[in-house]
């Protein structure tokens, strides 16, 4: 399971993502400097160990690289949401109070994304990996007045989801 990114490494990312193509550590670097101070060789690091920790591949072309996202920003998302879910000792409360602290717009993309897995689940189309599980009801307009008091089981904070890749 994936580990939240930490600050630099999701600007890196943000950037790889967004371009949708192989980039270079030069390429990040100037983008990056538009917004603060920072060194080539603290970008190169910060590439090399996201690709150590396998959230980018990299093909060698003449004395540099190009990285390349192995996943989207929207899986990265699920995946970090999926972890922090599936560690909970009180699932249901846990959506519940997450769906408390949605905006209407946030409830409604929800909605949006349940009528679609429902739909593929109805044409027979094969779930993704990526893809959720159907969910067995649909989500309310409006959040419960009181939402119950998400549990927390010992050691669940000691616990660090494992990084991609390792």
Partial sequence: MPRPLGELEDAVMTRVWQWNRPVTVREVLEDLQQERSI????????MDNLHQKGWVRREA???????????????????LMNEAWSTSDNPAAALVAFFGM???EQREALRDAVRVVQHDGESGAEATAEAPAEPSAELPAEPPAELPAPQEAEGDSAERPQEPGR
Avoid at 39 to 46: D, P
Avoid at 61 to 79: H, K, L, P
């Fill in 61 to 79: 072309e003449g004395r540099a690289y190009r990285y390349t996202a192995v996943s989207t920003r929207a899986a990265y998302s699920a995946a």
């Fill in 102 to 104: 949605m905006s209407a």
């Fill in 39 to 46: 060194a080539y060789t603290t970008v190169m690091t910060v």
